[in-house]
Nanobody, 122 residues
Framework: VQLVESGGDVVQAGGSLRLSCEAS????????MGWFRQTPGKEREFVAAISRSGDHTYADSVESRFTVTRDNRKNVMYLQIINLKPEDTAIYYCAARESRRLTTNPKSYDYWGQGTQVTVSS
């Protein structure tokens, strides 16, 4: 399974972005997809995850500013972020796991993308 993220950009605080993650290869449509983010010197942090049926979970830290969705026909997952803050600056990674169970643990994910940079200026 190959995952490719896109949509990262440099934006001003208060702006919005939509990140995309396209999956290709021998995908199992029942897999869970997730978003993580990482800044230099820190652990990779869970952001959101979504199952094929649309069940989802978010990190407490992202409040209600983040919305995760997916289009199963296109094998694409999205992360809509509004009211961006400088602390949202990070590389955002897409991940997938061969399971129907949602999890926030990055070690439980089997596939990873290369990441897309989000930079929020104050």
């Amino acid at each position: 399974v190959q995952l490719v993220e896109s949509g990262g950009d440099v934006v001003q605080a208060g702006g919005s972005l939509r990140l995309s993650c396209e999956a290709s290869g021998p995908t199992d449509s029942n897999y869970v997809m997730g978003w993580f983010r990482q800044t230099p010197g820190k652990e990779r942090e869970f952001v959101a995850a979504i199952s094929r049926s649309g069940d989802h979970t978010y990190a407490d830290s992202v409040e209600s500013r983040f919305t995760v969705t997916r289009d199963n026909r296109k094998n694409v997952m999205y992360l809509q972020i509004i009211n961006l803050k400088p602390e949202d600056t990070a590389i955002y990674y897409c991940a997938a796991r061969e399971s129907r169970r949602l999890t926030t643990n990055p070690k439980s994910y089997d596939y990873w993308g290369q990441g897309t940079q989000v930079t929020v200026s104050s």
